[in-house]
Structure formats: structure tokens, C-alpha cells
């Protein structure tokens, strides 16, 4: 995670020769390396605290608590089982967290964000010609593009849930 010019992002890039003291990052394709703005709804649920915390105990994963599982031993084979326990827990139906990329790439074509954008986005190759001659747009862009990305009735305080 990274910040520049007060947009904090995540720093998409593969490092196979990094040391022992994280997991080894592979990238499927170029294009899969990227700057992800993350959503001020993240932000405002406590995300930057969540990473800040994380550091301070020493480590440098954004979530320690993952490890590899599933027959690919992959990071994310934890965070499905937790995200359908969220899911369930603020009733929220009709995704799993596979369909969330899909879900996004829908939201930013509702919110009309051209697709060469989306897909700067989303780490897809820019196509055809375009792809040949388009570097990217700028940070400021990219963040603007993805808080466009809003469902009705979710905000930051239906997904902290209940106060108790």
C-alpha cells in the first residue's frame, strides 16, 4: 500500500525474488500490474487504521491473519469463507466474492467509466490500438473513477453492521 498526493492506493506488482519475509507476488499478466485507488468507503470503515495496526505488530501483510489454503494454496481461500459469513451477517445476497470483480467492472459502466479506464482498473489489457497508444490515466483519475462505484443501500454503516 501507497499513498501520492493524498490518495492512498495499492501497489499491484509481482516480486519473485523478494525476500522470505512475505509471500511471493505473481502477476498473470503485464497489465496486472497496476495503482488501485482504494474507495473512500474502505477508507472510512478504518481501513488505513487496519494497516497501520498491522505494521505496528510487526507485520507486512495488510491481513496476517490469511494463510494459503485449498488445493492451489491460495491467499484468498480463507477470505471466501469469511466473506460469506459477512455476506449472511448484513444480508447482503446475490455475490460471492468471485463475482465481485464483475460486480465492479457492472458498477463502473453504470456510473459510465469508459471501458479503457475499467480496465486499467481492473488489471485487463487495453485492446486493439488504443492499448497500443494509451499509458494510463492519471491517479486522480483512477480515484475519481472508483468512487463512482456505489450500490443502493450500502454505505460504510450498513457494513459495519449494528451498533451494540
Not at 15 to 36: C, H, I, Q, V
Not at 113 to 126: K, N, P, R, V, Y
Amino acid at each position: 500500500m501507497k499513498h501520492d498526493g493524498g490518495i492512498h492506493y495499492f501497489d499491484i506488482h509481482d516480486d519473485e525474488d523478494g525476500d522470505d519475509s512475505r509471500p511471493r507476488r505473481k502477476l498473470k499478466t503485464l497489465a496486472s500490474k497496476r495503482r488501485l485507488p482504494i474507495h473512500d468507503i474502505v477508507l472510512e470503515l478504518g481501513f488505513l487504521k487496519h494497516v497501520d495496526q498491522s505494521r505496528a505488530e510487526g507485520s507486512v501483510m495488510v491481513f496476517p491473519e490469511l494463510v494459503p489454503g485449498g488445493v492451489g494454496e491460495r491467499y484468498g481461500f480463507q477470505f471466501s469463507k469469511w466473506f460469506s459469513t459477512l455476506k449472511q451477517k448484513i444480508g447482503i445476497a446475490g455475490v460471492d466474492h468471485h463475482g465481485l470483480r464483475h460486480t465492479a467492472i457492472s458498477a463502473l459502466g453504470e456510473a459510465k467509466i469508459i471501458g479503457d479506464i475499467a480496465d486499467q482498473l481492473d488489471g485487463h489489457e487495453i485492446l486493439k490500438e488504443r492499448g497500443r497508444y494509451m499509458k494510463g490515466v492519471s491517479l486522480e483519475v483512477l480515484h475519481e473513477s472508483i468512487n463512482s462505484i456505489r450500490y443502493d443501500g450500502i454505505d460504510a454503516d450498513v457494513i459495519k453492521g449494528p451498533k451494540k
